[in-house]
């Protein structure tokens, strides 16, 4: 498969981190999901059954028994 810069892309597993939901300030980190990812500009291109995967696990209200984190929101202008 070739990128967009003209490179070969490479099948890899990537961490992905997305929004859970519309309307919602929570996130997802979803590890080793299977991607195409070009070895020079560092695009990442998923298949349509892998991204329809990764809307479904968004959707999903997250379980008592996942792993959770809390992570600092800082913004950029505000930083000295």
């Known amino acids: 498969m070739k990128c967009f810069c003209g490179a070969t892309m490479e ?10 939901g519309q309307g919602t300030d929570a996130y997802v980190l979803i590890k080793g999901v299977p991607a195409w990812v070009c070895p020079r500009c560092g695009e990442q291109l998923f298949e349509t059954h892998v991204a329809q995967k990764i809307v479904e696990i968004c959707r999903h209200k997250a379980q008592d028994n996942e792993p959770t984190l809390t992570v600092p929101v800082r913004e950029f202008a505000s930083v000295q």
Do not use: N
């Open 11 to 20: 099948s890899r597993l990537v961490d992905v981190f997305e929004r859970a």
